[in-house]
């Protein structure tokens, strides 16, 4: 499996923007499905972007209109762009992908079908 490799951690003021990056730390391809998670502790992981290789995007509804996923086909690497940064936006964010489309599709409810996993950002937004 490869392994992907995220931006560091990062600390930033309410309101603020802040892009995080992910790349495959070895030759990868046919990654169809990509995606961006976050957890806190005490409350289950979740999804708040994911894109499939057919162009198609899917935002968490506390995120939508604020974060945008997107690729750099030719640096190879995955973004999530957040902006309006709320102080609930705080989290440890990891970046995910797999060869294959999910039985549902490629969401943000579909972190368990992924196989490689980024190590994790921690992002602190204050208010």
């Known amino acids: 499996p490869a392994q992907l490799v995220e931006s560091g951690d990062v600390s930033l003021q309410a309101g603020g923007s802040l892009r995080l990056s992910c790349r495959p730390s070895?030759?990868?391809?046919?990654?169809?499905?990509l995606g961006w998670f976050r957890q806190t502790p005490g409350k289950e992981r979740e999804g708040v972007a994911a894109?499939?290789?057919?162009?198609?995007?899917n935002y968490a509804r506390s995120v939508k209109d604020r974060f945008t996923i997107s690729k750099d086909n030719d640096k190879n690497t995955l973004y999530l762009q957040m902006n309006k940064q709320e102080p609930e936006d705080t989290a440890y964010y990891y970046c995910a992908a797999d060869r294959a489309i999910p039985p549902f599709g490629c969401t943000v409810v579909s972190d368990r079908y992924l196989s490689y996993w980024g190590q994790g950002t921690q992002v602190t937004v204050s208010s």
């Open positions: 894109s499939a290789s057919d162009g198609t995007t």
């Open positions: 070895r030759d990868a391809y046919s990654l169809n499905c």
